[in-house]
């Protein structure tokens, strides 16, 4: 039997099914466990040859997202410079009010964040409890 092709013990199966006296359950023909091992050992390498890809397009999309953002910054300080003629101080200490924030502060308007903007309070003092 060993001769045979896959086609041809399968017609004979298929002959031995179309006889009454045997039922069509015992002539279905199963996966072996070679057969299985088989097409897990070929799930196993197709899946780690795609993990490297799916890292790398990640990575992709980090440094996109990275550069998008770099570039949002770059655009609120030259609107920045346009509207005041310099860029923003990098720490600012009003004595008369005690407080202070930092570079990032007076740009959050100009990265349509204008509702954290005005969250910020430079009334209170560096000493006040947050409320």
């Not at 998008?68 to 910054?73: I, N, S, V, W």
């Not at 609120?76 to 509207?83: M, P, S, V, W």
Request: aromatic content about 8%; proline content about 5%.
């Amino acid at each position: 039997m060993g001769d045979r092709s896959f086609r041809q013990r399968l017609q004979i199966c298929w002959l031995k099914c179309d006889n009454a006296s045997i039922s069509r359950t015992r002539c279905r023909r199963a996966f072996t466990v070679l057969e299985l091992i088989t097409v897990i050992a070929i799930l196993t390498v197709l899946l780690a040859l795609l993990l490297p890809s799916l890292g790398s397009a990640r990575e992709s999309a980090r440094r996109i997202q990275c550069q998008y953002q770099l570039r949002q910054l770059g655009t609120a300080l030259q609107g920045y410079h346009e509207l005041n003629r310099s860029l923003p101080p990098g720490f600012q200490w009003e004595e008369t009010e005690q407080s202070a924030y930092g570079w990032s502060v007076p740009l959050l308007s100009f990265l349509e964040q204008r509702a954290v903007y005005d969250q910020i309070h430079s009334e209170r003092l560096l000493t006040d409890p947050v409320p």
